[in-house]
């Protein structure tokens, strides 16, 4: 087996301010997401990476960069933290031929005061 | 446009009750349809995933789905529930079927009373 690791679990951060979120995952999966869930909205797609040095725009990419040095990690960063937002950032992995079953972090929770 | 919808933001159920959980999709065609699930404190997890095929798809402690191309549904179900089934539940639709990310619906809380 394998395991997703998000760093950090929990992130409070100021208005304005450019915060880092990374994921490594130990499967030796090629794809990479990151997802955003907030209350009563589900998951979102933010970006995500076919492999090492490919980024993917998903639907909420605006206000996010992200990252994606070597197969095995996966950073995402909010370019400029808005006042009050309050999400979890969720890191996935799949297999190349099976990217329907996707492997979850257990997230970092994000609170800007 | 895909998209899922999820009616029920929270269902409580008493434990060894009969659970269903509804997931209304639109896509054009046949979809790829699956079944995540949110254990507290947990990331995502693979419940099940429906392929074009049986329409009763089974997946892991007990569960099952039924699609259903006229309602354009995919419900999930559980004939007697367990305290540890206290979760929130997600449906989701593969957009490429396989090619990307896939399209989660707003989730479901179930709680379960003793």
């Known amino acids: 087996g394998g395991i997703i690791t998000q760093t950090p679990k929990f992130l409070i951060g100021q208005e304005g301010q450019k915060l880092t979120l990374k994921c490594q995952q130990n499967?030796?999966?090629?794809?990479m997401y990151w997802y955003r869930q907030d209350s009563g909205k589900g998951l979102r797609l933010i970006y995500y990476?076919?492999?090492?040095?490919?980024?993917q725009k998903g639907d909420l990419s605006e206000g996010y960069d992200a990252s994606r040095e070597k197969k095995s990690s996966f950073s995402l960063t909010v370019t400029s933290a808005q006042k009050n937002e309050m999400a979890v950032f969720l890191c996935?992995?799949?297999?190349?031929?099976?990217?329907?079953?996707?492997?979850f972090g257990p997230g970092t929770r994000l609170l800007v005061l | 446009a895909q998209s899922v919808t999820q009616p029920d933001a929270r269902v409580t159920v008493s434990e060894g009750a009969s659970l269903q959980l509804r997931c209304k999709y639109s896509?054009?065609?046949?979809?790829?349809l699956f079944w995540y699930v949110q254990y507290p404190r947990q990331g995502l997890q693979l419940l099940l995933k429906?392929?074009?095929?049986?329409?009763v798809v089974q997946g892991v402690n007990g569960f099952e789905a039924e699609f259903s191309k006229s309602n354009s549904s995919f419900h999930l179900r559980k004939a007697s529930v367990h305290w540890s089934d206290w979760a929130v539940y997600f449906c989701?639709?593969?957009?490429?079927?396989?090619?990307?990310?896939?399209?989660f619906g707003t989730g479901t809380t179930v709680s379960v009373s003793p």
């Open positions: 996935a992995s799949s297999i190349v031929g099976d990217q329907d079953t996707q492997y």
């Open positions: 499967f030796n999966h090629d794809t």
């Open positions: 990476s076919i492999t090492e040095n490919d980024l």
């Open positions: 896509y054009f065609g046949t979809p790829y």
């Open positions: 429906y392929y074009p095929g049986d329409p």
């Open positions: 989701a639709v593969s957009p490429d079927q396989g090619g990307r990310a896939l399209i």
